[in-house]
Nanobody
Framework: VQLQASGGGLVQAGGSLRLSCAAS????????IGWFRQAPGEQRELVAS???????TLPDSAKGRFIISRDNAKNTVYLQMNSLKPGDTAVYYC??????????????WGQGTLVTVSS
């Protein structure tokens, strides 16, 4: 599985950005795709994820501001980020949970895309 992330950039506080994660390869084995972020000196944290059945998971910090969606025909997951805050500044990584066996999954990561929110 290969993941191609795009859409990062510089935006002012209160603005919006849309990130895209395009999956290729053995996409039939993907069970969920998510976005994580990592700010300097911080641990990587989940921003949002969406499973193959459409179930979404977002932490409280993202609820009401971020929307994750998917286009199955394009094997692409989108993260719409609204009302951005300087605290959202981080490198955002696309992640795919890939089923290896019925009991085993592994993680694939795309390259990071930098999101910078200026005050």
């Amino acid at each position: 599985v290969q993941l191609q992330a795009s859409g990062g950039g510089l935006v002012q506080a209160g603005g919006s950005l849309r990130l895209s994660c395009a999956a290729s390869g053995s996409t039939f084995s993907i069970t969920a795709i998510g976005w994580f972020r990592q700010a300097p000196g911080e641990q990587r944290e989940l921003v949002a994820s969406i499973s193959t059945d459409g179930t979404t998971t977002l932490p409280d910090s993202a609820k009401g501001r971020f929307i994750i969606s998917r286009d199955n025909a394009k094997n692409t997951v989108y993260l719409q980020m609204n009302s951005l805050k300087p605290g959202d500044t981080a490198v955002y990584y696309c992640n795919a949970k890939v089923r290896v066996t019925s009991d085993l999954h592994t993680d694939y990561w795309g390259q990071g895309t930098l999101v910078t929110v200026s005050s």
